[in-house]
Each structure stands twice: as structure tokens, then as C-alpha cells.
């Protein structure tokens, strides 16, 4: 008597522990959600797109809001696909991360508000502003003599990266020539310092070592920064100091894009 009791609950837990996993797997499946986005397929939890309630995509999921289907069943919503990505990265992270370089600030902060995520709007905007303001301030590079630093080259451009990628450029290339680096030449923040930096008689002043070995002009400095800048779309606005009445006889170079 105990055997067959004792088998009917075997029965009865193995009957039961397979309806509860199969509600799981259930469940599982219901809580995941795919949308297409401009023919870009995103498969995601349910509460991931539910979680700043009044935004459209909580709208679409619980039914507030009509919203088509493709021909395969799945949300669709006709906007920008790849940008998407950084809308959903937000509803899952819960805040704005972008990959380095990202230009399309103006862009994403438009599907943030379509898809009604004000928070992510304003920090899209907020950054925008930001990258704005760096753009319109005028940063410099300036390559003088360590004895006097009235006598070099500058170089002003409204773009900080621009300027970052010259001075190692030109650090490269001084390593490349100069064998006792560090001691011939330093560097800081906005300005390299040529420990040995002297005029040559016809005016032209030549980065020596201190056993004479030629190394560079400034002239070819300029040419250098000049080519670069066209490279990357930049354009020489003007020579800062016209009275030289040359760009290869100029102090300065200033580039904008």
C-alpha cells in the first residue's frame, strides 16, 4: 500500500515539476520581444523596453499604442535601425553611452524623443552642447627654442585631436632623429621645447643636436602640419602673422574645418 502511494506522488511531483518548467519556458519566451527597426531585428526582455513608463516602446508592448507587424510577426518600427542600438543600450544600461568619435548627436537625440525618453534626449542634447563649445575654442601647439620661446612655430586649429595627432607626429619623428631623447627636446601639454634650436644664415632655423647633426627645418614643420591638415579636411584659415607676407615665413598656422 505504502509502494503505491508512494508512486503516485513520484507521479504527481514528476507531472508537477514538469508543468512548472514548461510555465518557465513559457514565461521565458513571452518576456522576450522582437522589434524590427528600419529591417534591423532587436530581440530583448519585456522589461527592458517597459522601463520609463509613457515612452513609446512601453506604449507598443502593453498595448497602449497600435503598432505594425512585419511579415514574420514582429514589431515594426520604421526609423533608424543602426541608431537604435544606442537607444536600447540606454533602456538597459539607464545611461548614455556612446563609442568614441560618434558624430551623430543631432540624429539620436531625434529618436530619443520620437521614441518619448526625454531623460535620454536631454543627455544627448546636453552632450551635443558640450562638443559645441570644445569645437569653437581654439586650441595650440607651439614648437620653440628652450633659450627662446619668441622664436618657433604655432599652430592653432579648433579641433583639440587634430593638434594631438601633429605633436605626435612630430614626436615621432624627432624620436626617429634624435638619439638622446629625452634630453634634446621636452614636451608638455601644449608646447615641445627644442633644447637645441639655432638660426642658419639665411634665416632659417634649423632643430640641431648638440654635436650639430642636422635634423629638421622649421619650414618642413609647416609643410608637415599643412599636409596633414588637408589630409583630415582641414583648411588653412590664414597665416596669424601676414606681415611676413608668406606662410613659409609665418610664426603661426591656424586650421579649421
Not at 169 to 176: E, F, G, Q
Not at 222 to 227: L, V, Y
Request: with cysteine; hydrophobic share 35%.
Amino acid at each position: 500500500m505504502e509502494r503505491k502511494i508512494n508512486k503516485r506522488e513520484k507521479e504527481y511531483e514528476e507531472r508537477h515539476s514538469n508543468s512548472e518548467g514548461s510555465d518557465q519556458d513559457k514565461n521565458c519566451k513571452m518576456s522576450l520581444i522582437t522589434l524590427n527597426v528600419g529591417g534591423y531585428l532587436y530581440i530583448t526582455q519585456k522589461q527592458t523596453l517597459t522601463k520609463y513608463p509613457d515612452s513609446l516602446l512601453e506604449g507598443v508592448v502593453n498595448g497602449k499604442i497600435l503598432c505594425p507587424f512585419d511579415a514574420d510577426g514582429h514589431y515594426f518600427i520604421d526609423r533608424d535601425g543602426l541608431l537604435f542600438r544606442h537607444i536600447l543600450n540606454f533602456l538597459r544600461n539607464g545611461e548614455l553611452l556612446l563609442p568614441e568619435g560618434f558624430r551623430e548627436n543631432q540624429l539620436l537625440a531625434q529618436e530619443a524623443d520620437f521614441f518619448q525618453l526625454k531623460i535620454l534626449s536631454d543627455a544627448v542634447k546636453s552632450r551635443w552642447e558640450k562638443e559645441q563649445l570644445a569645437s569653437r575654442e581654439t586650441t595650440f601647439l607651439e614648437i620653440t627654442d628652450s633659450h627662446d620661446r619668441s622664436q618657433g612655430l604655432r599652430i592653432f586649429c579648433n579641433a583639440p585631436d587634430f593638434i594631438a595627432k601633429i605633436k605626435s607626429r612630430i614626436v615621432l619623428v624627432s624620436k626617429s632623429r634624435l638619439d638622446g631623447f629625452p634630453e634634446e627636446f621636452s614636451i608638455s601639454s601644449n608646447i615641445i621645447q627644442f633644447k637645441y634650436f639655432i638660426k642658419s644664415e639665411n634665416g632659417t632655423r634649423l632643430v640641431l643636436k648638440e654635436d650639430n647633426t642636422f635634423v629638421c627645418t622649421l619650414e618642413t614643420l609647416k609643410f608637415e602640419a599643412i599636409m596633414m591638415a588637408l589630409k583630415c579636411g582641414f583648411r588653412l584659415l590664414t597665416s596669424l602673422d601676414c606681415s611676413k607676407g608668406s606662410i613659409v615665413h609665418s610664426d603661426a598656422l591656424h586650421f579649421i574645418k
